[in-house]
């Protein structure tokens, strides 16, 4: 069965704490693989993807993720987290491949609060 | 720069009445993805169409649930006879090729009484 399981639904950090989210997925084939992140009360933002290549992503806001392949896993890491990263994040899958397309499938999503 | 438009944001029915739910993906973006959020959940894929067509409706329900991505004009997602259950918010993706990252939309939040 394909899925995406993040580990942490709930995560509360201080500011300047390190973050570090993660996200295993189960999928039969090649795979492209995305973070989002949703504010309160926004639409879900893209904050990186992977498709193929280096398996360390930097994506926008200082974030980056690493693709272990024989873990199944693409797991979120900032250095140093501000207030503003308080949101939703969403760890996405979907086949890659020319029979393939963008038919997301998501995690639950992991909510992140950052107290000054 | 418009990106993914949805309407209304806020939309609250009466068991048994038609919800329409409406999408106008960004400009240049031929691929529509509908996807669904409950409650403490993540969002699960609908349908995914391109202009004029369903491309799979996998993840609609059979009954009840249908959507359309017409030549001119947004794409529609119709939930006729709603029932508490259908409570959760839509969400609305686009992008210009069926491989290429998807935009989404805000999202429309639907309350059922």
């Known amino acids: 069965a394909q899925s995406v399981s993040q580990h942490n639904h709930h995560v509360i950090l201080s500011e300047a704490a390190s973050l570090e989210l993660g996200c295993n997925y189960s999928?039969?084939?090649?795979?492209?693989l995305f973070w989002y992140v949703q504010y309160p009360g926004q639409h879900l933002q893209l904050l990186l993807k992977?498709?193929?290549?280096?398996?360390l992503v930097k994506g926008i806001k200082g974030v980056e993720a690493e693709f272990i392949k024989s873990k199944f896993s693409f797991n979120l890491r900032k250095p140093s987290v501000q207030w503003s990263d308080t949101a939703e994040y969403f760890c996405a899958v979907s086949g890659a491949g020319s029979g393939g397309y963008n038919k997301l499938i998501f995690g639950a999503g992991t909510r992140l609060a950052v107290h000054p | 720069n418009a990106g993914v438009m949805q309407n209304p944001r806020h939309l609250v029915r009466r068991r048994g009445q038609e919800a329409r739910l409406r999408c106008s993906p960004m400009k240049g973006h031929s691929h529509v993805y509908w996807y669904r959020q409950l409650p403490e959940e993540g969002l699960k894929f609908m349908v995914y169409l391109q202009k004029e067509n369903i491309i799979d409706e996998s993840g609609m329900p059979k009954e009840r649930f249908s959507a359309e991505f017409p030549k001119e004009g947004p794409s529609i997602l119709r939930i006729q006879q709603v029932v508490r259950g259908d409570s959760a918010a839509y969400f609305c993706?686009?992008?210009?090729?069926?491989?290429?990252?998807?935009?989404f939309g805000d999202g429309t939040r639907l309350s059922i009484l």
């Open positions: 999928y039969g084939g090649t795979v492209n």
């Open positions: 993706a686009s992008s210009t090729e069926k491989h290429q990252p998807q935009h």
């Open positions: 992977y498709f193929s290549g280096d398996p």
